[in-house]
């Protein structure tokens, strides 16, 4: 495609411009959230499962509470669609539920999310000291772990090792497409990198080590059905997979497939829960996050609900070992799980986003 010079110049206006509004969202996030608007608070998540038990277990005993609240469904266009939202001058959104680490690191950095007050980060940090940043709280974790069916294999690799290891353990494998550090910190492990030492990352050395697996990678894994489809049709004898979709294909074994899931390795994802910048609802969002935090009994429901978890100790008080076993945080496989450093991810995207994108489509 090529442009002249009227687009060109068009593109830097629109560019300037969007610069501008994100420098004042970025200004508005250190004052206080005005008052108010009338009419519901808005929750903009996944939708799916994700949305409807949320709403069943968070937002419904909020809004018995006093509170109004609408859900939206955007999988996959929070970030595009608030961007697009401050870019036109006005937030229609309110709280943006589970983003990504990735996702919530990269809001913040632009200026779409509005910072937690002294006094809302100071209360959420004493119940959960380890799940909030100071633009979100940590909600629905996930670890990438090793999944294999042991019935179409004659060994399970249980370490990013093995993973690697075609040889030792022949069958076709998968990886997930979306985020392409998750495949490097395997790969990296697996190269001999301590699981505390993987970031900052060796770019290289990850895209080296991982086309030692090209060949036997089948499909690169989309979503959360995808992944549990191709280990059900034969299609794939072994991924890394989220750990909820992982505990799903092991508790529902078939006569082709007996699903055995290793933690060593994992890959641990905090997701967010973050109160859009100009948000017309701002204070009852930082009402929500609180009303969730303060609420263990209903995130072990979520958790058992969904196998996705909360840096919450008190969840391990609420539930049955057989579950939380299956949880991020457990602590007897949480320790050695790799941190990922958005940060620097978002100094390296674009070279890393490239490369991935290289790596996947090729035959």
């Known amino acids: 495609m090529k442009f002249g010079v009227a687009s060109f110049v068009c593109l830097l206006l629109l560019t300037s411009a969007y610069q501008n509004t994100l420098t004042q969202a970025a200004g508005e996030e250190l004052g206080s959230p005005p008052p108010d608007a009338t009419g519901p608070m808005i929750v903009v998540g996944w939708g799916g499962i994700s949305n409807s038990v949320g709403q069943e277990l968070f937002s419904d005993p909020f809004v018995a509470a006093g509170n109004q609240v609408q859900w939206l469904g955007a ?37 779409l999310l509005w910072k937690l007050p002294p006094d809302v980060k100071a209360r959420l940090a004493k119940q959960m000291p380890d799940g909030v940043t100071d633009y979100g709280v940590a909600y629905a974790t996930v670890s990438d772990v090793i999944a294999c069916n042991a019935k179409a294999v004659a060994a ?35 190269d001999d990198v301590p699981s505390d030492k993987v970031f900052p990352m060796d770019i290289e050395r990850a895209f080296r080590k991982l086309q030692e697996i090209r060949p036997h990678i089948r499909v690169f894994w989309q979503s959360g059905d995808q992944s549990e489809q191709i280990f059900r049709s034969g299609e794939v004898s072994m991924a890394v997979l989220w750990n909820g979709r992982a505990r799903n294909l092991a508790m529902h074994p078939t006569d082709r497939m007996r699903v055995n899931v290793s933690w060593q390795g994992a890959v641990y994802e905090p997701s967010f829960l973050a109160v859009a910048a100009g948000a017309p609802h701002a204070k009852a969002g930082f009402a929500y996050l609180e009303w969730i935090v303060n609420h263990p009994d209903a995130m072990a429901r979520y958790a058992g609900r969904t196998s996705y978890g909360f840096p919450n100790g008190e969840l ?36 890393i986003d490239l490369r991935w994108k290289e790596f996947t489509s090729a035959r």
Request: include cysteine.
């Open 156 to 190: 399970c690799p249980t370490t990013p090792k093995d993973f690697f290891a075609v040889d030792r353990f022949p069958g076709q494998r998968s990886l997930y497409v979306g985020d392409p550090l998750i495949a490097m910190a395997m790969a990296l492990q697996a």
């Open 75 to 111: 999988p996959g266009q929070q970030v595009a669609a608030l961007q697009a939202q401050r870019a036109a001058g006005k937030t229609a959104w309110d709280v943006l539920n589970a983003l990504t680490g990735s996702q919530s690191e990269m809001l913040s950095q632009q200026g």
């Open 316 to 351: 391990y008080n609420l539930l049955p070992a057989d579950i939380a076993q299956w949880l991020p945080e457990y602590p007897p496989h949480f320790a050695g799980q790799v941190r990922l450093d958005h940060s620097w991810y978002l100094q390296h995207k674009n070279e």
